[in-house]
């Protein structure tokens, strides 16, 4: 489908604000251990990680949005999805829809620091070979 008959194709919305409402809609839900990098991936793309913890599930959580520079409206609509995404998973998770664990499993961080959405592949051979992914329990 073309970018331009997605949704948020025509936000207005500039990314700056987008990733804001982000961080207060995590706040709002009592997430407020997060951590925000950006950084150039080439000439035309930026990539934004959000990374938090959702302490009463013990969970830690990165998201990575890939985006391109040029036109703004690009990077806009690409934030505005996140923010609409990020929005679902914590709505379902109040309503009772899903769990913490089920709503965020692809982004979850395991004990090396990555995640099923980083190396979906590897992650699955592992688990086939019976190791299981997930973060170790513990007092901290």
Known sequence: MPIRDLAFAKT?????RTFAEIDALLAKHGI??????????????REYTLEFII???RLAVRLQLIYPLD?????NSAAR??????????DGIAYGIETAEI????????PAGDTLADDPERIAASVGRGHVFALPRGDT
């Open 103 to 110: 709503a965020w499993a692809p982004y979850l961080l395991g």
């Open 55 to 57: 302490t009463d599930a």
């Open 71 to 75: 036109p703004p409206s690009r990077r």
């Open 12 to 16: 207005q919305v500039p990314a700056v």
């Open 81 to 90: 999805a996140l923010y609409w995404f990020v929005k679902a998973k914590l």
């Open 32 to 45: 407020t251990d997060t951590r925000v990098t950006s950084r150039t991936v080439d000439d035309d793309e």
